[in-house]
């Protein structure tokens, strides 16, 4: 029997758009926006002790909506959610700090919320002080602090109160580098703990870093629910294909790395030609299209993009090919092959593969990093 | 560490009044930590600081027994006048601060609610338990009062306060919960309390007698109708029993009648007000309930 720390069942999340807010609003006004929709539909998902989650998707998918259930924030209008231990949050900026009390006084009251006695936030009251790094500022209101101590102080409260659960929304964008260093470190540190961490980001980088499963979701339903590696590549797919303005121009484009295993991933020397073919259908004739071939990196960085002319004459044919990369040198590390076709008439993309396959360069001992690079030392003295 | 073992904590869509009082109890750290800041900041700063709890109300005494007392004569048909109007002004004084400041308990704590899981109802809770506080520091100037008239309640007197306080804090409980939720949805409602509070001091026997109603009524209407519905209003009750107890003791109203006659007027007896005010408070708690699910939506 697994150990389950989160258990989401079939929870869905109705909005109503009311903005009558007095009764003069509700008397002239109500009829007209008495409106609703559903910001989560039967989610569903559990993750056990010990390993972490992302919840990943595009802008007003619904995932931060999902953390505040979660956390307790907002109740779900049908299902339950399960959790164990005590709860670590940081939702958006700041941890649910009251304006007009002291950076003290709400490290306190955010403790007793959290379940902890005066007594033991004594304990962690001095951690939690020097982790924030604003001391001087500890007794004044918390209204008047930026939105970097703001956040800050809140990460440290969050981490710092023995957390079985750790929620945390995109907020590590916020702070500066160091600030920011200083958190991963001690998220890595409460994983080592055995700590879970459920973690809303748009950023890959972070979603693979620090976790293992993941949750996409798409208009408040989840596509994907399994290993990061696997979402994010998805997720790449979802958002960029809502870039598609005009769906009446190809059909979409499938590819495949030849050779590639079971799990689409070719394992690869650190130099050799890769091939992928590739096929798209056109629904409009005399297209001019451009197809970019693009390899990322897992922490999503784009480090080729190729461009090439495709000249289209008749409709509904299947066009297909084999792009070849000629002598391709990589370092060590898993990359994801990604194709595009452009309507170069008005530069929009008509069609997109985000994850044709995945390119894995076997670890080596003295070469990491993106280019591999021969390096030898000579002249050695001393 | 967690285990298979350790036990599951749900949030579903609704809570029940059974589940909410026990999450309540379980989280009562955060009542203290909240009632222990704004009773120790509200005088932060102030060079005299906690005597301004006993001085404000002293000088409402001094006030209200000169001015209603002496000038407009009400201490002329109320014996110990300003005994009377101490007892019904710290009542009122608990009523008012409950009710309005349960009101806006909800939405002036917007930061918390949008970031934070806590159950909601303890923060119209805490204010009714800084409103009970505030009641209690006046209790020290209610008995140099008692000692200068030279009057004193009989013990058997404070004992029967019990069961009336608690009728008197469900029905506090009662407004500020329900008050508290109304104003997220329409922020109209503290505005609203806030008339009617100033018109519920006078519609209160606060500064007079309730017999002066009863008499008026009964001249007028002969009718015992509209004292009904004077006497509709729990907070009146409440402060007829106080002034009963504390200020009354077995005395009489200078027109004969004592204060337990009301009794005979067929309106709200004794025993009534606690249980009266335990079933108010069952369906506060539960319309509460049925509203707190879209609090940090609404704020």
Known sequence: ?382 | MITSETPWIVVGPKRHVGTAVREVWEARGVVRALVRREISSRYRGSVFGFAWAVFKPLMQLVLFSVVIGKFLGASKSIEDYSIFIFVSLMVWGFFSECISGGATSITSSAALITKVSFPREILPLSRVIIGGYNFLVQIPVLIIGFAIAGIWPPISNVVLIIPIAFAAILFALSAALILSAINVYARDTQHLVEVLLMLFLYLSPIMYSWTFVWNAVQERFGSELFFKIYMLNPISSIVIEFQDLLWGGDRFYSDGSIASDLIGTGTLTYWGLPIFGLIGFYFAYRLFLRLEPNFAREL
């Open chain 1, 1 to 382: 029997m697994p150990n389950k720390i989160l258990r989401v069942e079939g929870v869905s999340q109705r909005f109503d758009y009311r903005r009558a807010r007095t009764i003069q609003d509700r008397f002239t006004r109500a009829k007209v926006e008495a409106d609703s929709f559903w910001a989560l539909e039967q989610v569903s998902f559990d993750l056990e002790a010990g390993k972490s989650l992302a919840l990943l998707g595009a802008n007003g998918s619904g995932k931060s909506t999902l953390l505040k259930v979660v956390g307790g924030i907002y109740r779900p209008t049908t299902g339950n959610v399960y959790r164990k231990g005590r709860l670590g949050a940081l939702l958006e900026l700041g941890a649910g700090f009251h304006p007009e009390l002291t950076g003290r006084e709400n490290i306190y009251l955010n403790g007793s919320i959290l379940g902890l006695s005066k007594k033991s936030i004594n304990t962690i009251f001095d951690d939690i002080v020097d982790f924030s790094g604003i001391s001087q500022f500890i007794d004044s209101p918390v209204k008047t602090y930026s939105s970097g101590m703001y956040v800050r102080l809140g990460f440290a409260v969050a981490v710092h109160v023995d957390p079985d659960l750790l929620l945390v929304d995109e907020v590590l964008a916020v702070g500066d580098e160091a600030f920011q260093n200083q958190c991963l470190k001690k998220v890595r540190v409460l994983q080592s703990e055995g700590r879970s961490i459920v973690l809303v980001t748009h950023s890959m980088d972070n979603a693979i870093a620090f976790t293992q499963e993941s949750v996409l979701l798409k208009h408040g339903q989840v596509v994907y629910a399994g290993p990061t590696e696997v979402a994010a590549g998805k997720y790449h797919q979802i958002v960029n294909e809502s870039a598609i303005t005009n769906s009446n121009t190809v059909s979409p484009i499938t590819g495949k790395i030849v050779n590639s295993d079971s799990s689409n991933t070719l394992q690869h020397k650190v130099s050799a030609d890769v091939n992928i073919d590739f096929a798209f259908n056109a629904i409009q004739e005399s297209l001019e299209l451009s197809l970019n071939v693009e390899i990322w990196t897992s922490d999503g960085y784009r480090i080729v993009n190729s461009v090439q002319k495709l000249l289209i004459h008749s409709i509904a044919q299947s066009h297909s090919g084999t792009i070849t990369l000629r002598n391709l040198v990589l370092g060590e590390g898993e990359y994801r092959l990604a194709l595009r076709l452009m309507n170069t008439s008005d530069d929009s993309l008509v069609a997109v593969n985000e994850s044709v396959g995945f390119i894995a360069i076997p670890r080596s001992a003295s070469n990491s990093g993106l280019i591999p690079v021969e390096v030898s030392i000579g002249n050695l003295e001393g």
